[in-house]
């Protein structure tokens, strides 16, 4: 089952603007992570944000979390044509442990 | 260089046979993870161990089995009973409630 719902499923931009993801999950959770997919290759890890942090910033990423609405977004700033791929969020802990439940992902282009 | 390696990257099945998926890893991450990722979907769990000699059914484990024997290894073995095995199946080890580490995939087609 698939507790994270990313919004949007696809996204278009120029390079240079900025991207946001959405993710959406239904039950309690100790972390979310995010993703990252290029196409035909394994996932990368690029950030985890813990049930008790609201923001977290990683070079040009921007994670936010909120616990009340149960969602989280990343924020890509001055993207590049390098950042197209899939990017995807993950919940895990609570019920679950250390196990992770993997949303359907938001497919990415950066035009350049 | 630590990390994790899944082989092979093509892997192509003929109806009615069994085969299996390696992959290993050298993190000393003591749990492992079998996804399955259809075309433009997200990731659903297969099966699961926690640690040596152990694990568990996933989401959609009808059609897989999978070994324990090492802390470093993890097979799966895409049987008959798979209807629809075709698809791209990533392998992954984590450590406690960090972040996990993805190999890069095989590819598996029904000829």
């Known amino acids: 089952s698939q507790q994270g719902e990313e919004d949007p499923q696809a996204l278009s931009i120029q390079e240079g603007e900025n991207a946001t993801m959405n993710c959406s999950y239904k039950t309690s959770i100790n972390n979310l992570q995010w993703y990252r997919q290029n196409s035909g290759r394994g996932l990368v890890h690029l950030i985890l944000?813990?049930?008790?942090?609201r923001e977290k910033h990683s070079g040009r990423l921007r994670v936010t979390l909120d616990t009340s609405k149960k969602s989280s977004s990343l924020l890509i700033t001055a993207s590049r044509a390098a950042d197209t791929a899939s990017y995807f969020c993950?919940?895990?802990?609570?019920?679950?442990?250390?196990?992770?439940?993997f949303g359907g992902g938001t497919r990415l282009m950066v035009k350049p | 260089d630590g990390g994790i390696t899944q082989s092979p990257k093509y892997l192509f099945r003929k109806e009615g046979q069994n085969v299996t998926l390696s992959c290993e890893q050298n993190l000393n991450h003591d749990a492992m993870y079998w996804y399955r990722q259809d075309p433009g979907q997200g990731l659903r769990l297969i099966y699961y161990?926690?640690?040596?000699?152990?694990?568990q059914k996933g989401d959609i484990a009808e059609g897989y089995s999978v070994s324990r024997e090492k802390k470093e290894s993890f097979p799966l073995t895409v049987t008959s009973a798979q209807k629809n095995p075709t698809a791209f199946y990533l392998c992954?080890?984590?450590?406690?409630?960090?972040?996990?580490?993805f190999g890069s995939g095989t590819r598996l087609t029904v000829v």
């Open positions: 992954a080890s984590s450590r406690g409630l960090s972040g996990y580490t």
């Open positions: 944000i813990r049930s008790n942090e």
């Open positions: 993950a919940t895990g802990g609570g019920n679950a442990g250390n196990m992770l439940t």
């Open positions: 161990s926690q640690i040596v000699n152990d694990f």
